[in-house]
T-cell receptor, first 114, second 114 residues
Framework: DTEVTQTPKHLVMGMTNKKSLKCEQH?????MYWYKQKAKKPPELMFV???????INESVPSRFSPECPNSSLLNLHLHALQPEDSALYLC?????????????FGEGSWLTVV | KQEVTQIPAALSVPEGENLVLNCSFT??????LQWFRQDPGKGLTSLLL?????REQTSGRLNASLDKSSGRSTLYIAASQPGDSATYLC?????????????FGQGTILTVHP
């Protein structure tokens, strides 16, 4: 099983709403990631969790708040977003510790901020 | 800082042709390089990962090569099919790590017409 599952697939939220994106993997991977992808652009890293601890934050605004409750789950809490935050949000996971770590992506959550 | 470039930006070929997609990177200390496929509105599907100690990897009709000294990787697709139409992305980890922050190229949009 090489599946990363993301919910919801689509989310529309107002600028004053609070919502969350969820991600789950059961591959025993100890690194999990959030990427953001705008139309016709490649994905850009937002956060990396290693062993359930935040290891990389790419200077993401505080209106995005990641959480890793356990080794299989990753959440992205959203609050007071702006219309320019509308994008495809991709979760990914991988092993840690050797040079052949394939990174597996989920299908993404399409976020529209109105 | 790792920079990744892909050429061509778009490619249109008739069914049955063999084709080559190119990827170049600036940091030769790369641990691995991964090729992905992305269908419109979908997440990324991992195609092949080449470790720095390898020169080639093959999966079915796909063959990827890696030349660290020249900073290049190629993805060869044999006997192309309309189902191969997608955006192809190459990516490598930044900062001398084997995982974590992936730096993506801008992608090659491939169209295979019947």
């Amino acid at each position: 099983d090489t599946e990363v599952t993301q919910t919801p697939k689509h989310l529309v939220m107002g600028m004053t709403n609070k919502k969350s994106l969820k991600c789950e993997q059961h591959m025993g991977h100890r690194a999990m990631y959030w990427y953001k992808q705008k139309a016709k652009k490649p994905p850009e890293l937002m956060f990396v969790y290693s062993y359930e601890k935040l290891s990389i934050n790419e200077s993401v605004p505080s209106r995005f708040s990641p959480e890793c409750p356990n080794s299989s789950l990753l959440n992205l809490h959203l609050h007071a977003l702006q219309p320019e935050d509308s994008a495809l949000y991709l979760c990914a996971s991988s092993q840690i510790g050797f040079s052949g770590n394939t990174i597996y992506f989920g299908e993404g959550s399409w976020l529209t901020v109105v | 800082k790792q920079e990744v470039t892909q050429i061509p930006a778009a490619l249109s070929v008739p069914e049955g042709e063999n084709l080559v997609l190119n990827c170049s990177f600036t940091d030769s200390a790369i641990y691995n390089l991964q090729w992905f496929r992305q269908d419109p509105g979908k997440g990324l599907t991992s195609l092949l990962l080449i470790q720095s100690s390898q020169r080639e990897q093959t999966s079915g009709r796909l063959n990827a090569s890696l030349d660290k000294s020249s900073g290049r990787s190629t993805l060869y697709i044999a006997a192309s099919q309309p189902g191969d139409s997608a955006t192809y992305l190459c990516a490598g980890p930044a900062g001398g790590t084997s995982y974590g922050k992936l730096t993506f190229g801008q992608g090659t949009i491939l169209t295979v017409h019947p």
